[in-house]
């Protein structure tokens, strides 16, 4: 079992890996498939360790449901690889992800403060674009998800790993 802090290091690092090896055009077909079949390995590698901990019996259902959901991401993004379709960075990133089986308190609060500094970015979007209704009520909706998120997690309650992820998001601010 690996903790909640520990498996979003080797996220990181695999999401880093993975941005190096497509960042960088191959000299050959052959260099190509290669970096494709270590990508579908780390993808595996992923995909088993969200199984393996959503099948923990200490993992609570928020979590197996938030790990079951990876597994997925990493399952859809080897389909695609295997059959050379096109994987965006963001399914990369979220297919490599690895949703914390549980929070300590210590991330709780590391959690709620990004979410606050999210929150306060979405209120200055919506004071910027007063004017424009569009993007204003992108940057409400942000806002009250992010206030939602924020809420739940204060109380102790289990906030699934991908609402998290949704609240952190920011509307871009040109």
Known sequence: M????????????????????????????????????????????????????????????????????AAEKADEAIDKLEHDEYVSQTELHQALTVPPRSLTEEQRLMIIRRLQSSCWLDNQGWWDYTRDPNP???????????????????SGEDVSWWTIQQALYVPPNP
């Open 2 to 69: 690996m903790p909640a802090g520990e498996s979003l290091l080797v996220a990181a690092a695999a999401a880093g890996i993975i941005t190096s090896l497509y960042a960088c055009a191959p000299a050959s077909s052959s260099e190509s498939a290669q970096q494709r079949d270590t990508l579908i390995e780390e993808l595996q590698t992923s995909k088993q360790t969200d199984v393996r901990d959503a099948l923990e019996p200490d993992t609570s259902p928020v979590a197996q449901g938030d790990l079951m959901v």
């Open 136 to 154: 204003a009520t992108d940057f409400i909706v942000q806002q009250d998800m992010c206030d939602q998120a924020i809420e739940e997690l204060r």
